[in-house]
């Protein structure tokens, strides 16, 4: 049986070992748990056991956030896609096994439109072209479509009728947003965007509560696994009601605001201005009036806290995967929670931080695994610590 559903799986996409994507496809999915708690035990062993690893009941299909690359293959035809790991070659994808289905069949209603539409492809040698990617966000719960079209320049031509043809085919998209990056860069988004239809963002239910998402707003991809990871946090954190508790790198309010249903009052700290922005309507939206929200360096802002003497109990962190810098966890220290959950889509940095936090005083008391990324080699952990 195993060895047919891995032939299944490989049979099943059509660039499995070309794009990078999916180191795993090709093991069963057990096998694959089981791997990746052995990886993460193995790194988190001078500290402590690992409690367990929470994976999918179905494991595919569960990106809900699409972004795509398009080129041109060498007769010239449009393509979109992912980059080859570790290059620029842009390897074609139709259908693939980990993005949601209903974006990708928009992704190939735009690659057909195109033509018709003569928009012109972006050439990243030349810097010449229009159209660089496209990135589509699908709400799990609520089915609200955001098509963000990134162009190199904001003067798009026959917007409007391109938008009718879009929606004639997929009436369901609820916004689409221009997104100007106009720079030589890897990145995917820029500064400047245009909403040319419908509101500029889509709404999305997550543990039972609403968030607004904007084109440069961070939600996490796999909504079905977020629910169990924050559950875990959430767990972790065993709340009395009492608490104050600080989420530091708050993004939109998302772990913050779940965990406000249990705290006594919450603070966000995120530096990323639109975000903060969200997560206070985030919090309007779901009537939670024992939340605040800064837009602060999270390091800077846990100075400011201890030494005007305001006492915080519990932090929790989810850092981007470089960890935290030595600036934050010094912070952190002088803050002097008697508990941090620390969230991680990293766990190499994650112990990095662990082995920091141990020389100032904290003991890991327990840590599980989530399986956020199925087929792939990325592993997310939950780690409490104590004093």
Do not use: W
Request: hydrophobic fraction near 35%.
């Amino acid at each position: 049986m195993e060895q047919k559903n891995k032939k299944n799986n490989v049979k099943a996409c059509e660039v499995f070992g070309k794009c990078g994507g999916c180191q795993f496809l090709e093991m069963p999915y057990e096998k694959q748990l089981k791997k990746k708690k052995q990886r993460l035990a193995e790194l988190l062993k001078p500290y402590c056991d690992v409690d367990t690893f929470i994976g999918m009941e179905c494991p595919k299909y569960y990106r809900h956030k699409v972004t795509a690359t398009f080129s041109r293959d060498r007769k010239g035809n449009i393509i979109s896609g992912t980059y080859k790991e570790g290059t620029h070659y842009v390897v074609p994808v139709e259908n693939c096994l980990l993005e949601n289905q209903k974006a990708d069949a928009i992704m190939k209603t735009i690659r057909n439109l195109l033509k018709s539409f003569k928009i012109k492809i972006y050439d990243e040698d030349s810097g010449f072209g229009l159209l660089r990617h496209v990135q589509i966000r699908v709400g799990y719960a609520t089915g609200q479509i955001m098509v963000v079209l990134v162009l190199a320049s904001p003067i798009m031509p026959s917007k409007n009728n391109f938008v009718k043809a879009l929606l004639k085919e997929h009436p369901e998209i609820r916004t689409v947003v221009v997104n100007v990056n106009d720079k030589r860069t890897s990145m995917i988004l820029g500064e400047k965007e245009q909403v040319i239809y419908g509101p500029g963002y889509i709404e999305d239910v997550l543990c039972g509560m609403t968030f607004k998402i904007s084109p440069k707003s961070f939600y996490q991809v796999n909504p079905i696994q977020t629910e169990k990871l924050y559950g875990k946090a959430i767990e972790y954190a065993s709340f009395t009601g009492k608490e104050t508790v600080l989420d530091a790198y708050c993004g939109t309010g998302t772990i913050g605001m779940i965990a406000s249903k249990k705290a006594g009052n919450v603070i966000g700290v995120e530096l990323n201005r639109d975000a903060v922005k969200d997560a206070v309507l985030n919090a309007k939206k779901n009537g939670i009036s024992n939340i605040r929200f800064y837009q602060k360096d999270a390091g800077d802002f846990m100075v400011q806290v201890a030494e005007s003497g305001d006492k915080v109990d519990v932090v929790i962190m989810d850092p981007p995967r470089s960890g935290s810098s030595e600036k934050f966890l010094e912070a952190l220290s002088v803050l002097s929670p008697g508990k941090v959950v620390y969230v991680s889509c990293n766990p190499e940095t994650m112990v990095r931080d662990i082995e920091k936090l141990t020389k100032k005083g904290y003991r890991v008391k327990k840590a599980c695994g989530v399986d956020m990324f199925p087929n792939t080699v990325e592993i997310e952990a939950v780690c409490l610590l104590s004093k």
